[in-house]
């Protein structure tokens, strides 16, 4: 595993000068470049960081056991589904991917975990979302997050054959979204290469800490041409 971090970190260290050099007339080129380059040298630490004694390990493993236990017992971010929590979980610094084929519902699970994250499902502390949506239009996903909230069959809302009751219930969602409008951000930029969702990320992050950042969906994730589809997805990764 180290040395593939430690390849990885190469690649990405060469991938970035070389297009740092390319594009220094472009300044907000030239700043995604270095969050690449930052990228590729935490991951080369990380390659670098040689053997740990078993001791270290052990102690380390009790102290974020006793941390787990002090925050009760969560391994990380609920989902808000208890039978999928017993099942996994999101911790931080994880990257977790939803597959499932083709209208199984991955995107109403995301609007799911954004609302949760939000406090807008339970009454947890919300943290601030980040989603890059490639797939669709930021309104389309407004209207399955209005949906979701305002339990207003999807249907009738993408046709926009609405009864008076379902009106109101919009309405309300509405309200409860503007009380978490400065903590969730859509980006529907399609295209977008790792790079720019980086460099993206971490400006908004400097603005205000992100506790969930989404991509929908990675295989729409900008990649070199020239790698196969295995090497591009790990890429990605």
């Known amino acids: ?125 919300p943290e601030a979302v980040g989603i890059f949506e490639l797939e669709m239009s930021e309104t389309e996903l407004g209207r399955r997050m209005l949906s979701a909230l305002a339990l207003v069959d999807y249907g009738r809302l993408e046709h926009a054959k609405l009864s008076q009751t379902d009106w109101q219930r919009l309405v309300n969602a509405k309200i409860e979204l503007d009380k978490v409008r400065h903590l969730w951000w859509v980006d529907p930029t399609p295209g977008l290469t790792v790079e720019q969702m980086v460099a993206r990320i971490r400006a908004q992050h400097a603005k205000q800490p992100l506790g969930f950042v989404a991509a929908d969906y990675v295989q729409l994730v900008k990649v070199d041409s020239g790698r196969n589809r295995t090497e591009a997805v790990g890429d990605v990764s």
Do not use: N, W, Y
Request: charged share 25%.
């Open 1 to 125: 595993a180290k040395a593939v971090l430690a390849s990885s970190a190469q690649r990405l260290r060469e991938r970035g000068c070389r297009r740092l050099l390319e594009a220094s007339h472009d300044l907000d080129r030239v700043q995604e470049l270095r969050a690449l380059l930052a990228e590729a040298d935490s991951l080369q630490g990380v390659g670098g960081a040689g053997p740990i004694d078993g001791g270290t390990v052990i102690e380390r493993t009790l102290d974020e056991l006793q941390q787990q236990a002090d925050a009760g017992g969560s391994p990380g971010m609920s989902t808000g589904l208890e039978a999928l929590d017993s099942l996994v979980s999101f911790k931080p610094q994880r990257q977790s991917v939803i597959a499932a084929r083709p209208g199984m519902g991955k995107t109403s699970f995301l609007v799911h975990l954004v609302m949760t994250c939000l406090g807008l499902m339970d009454s947890r502390v």
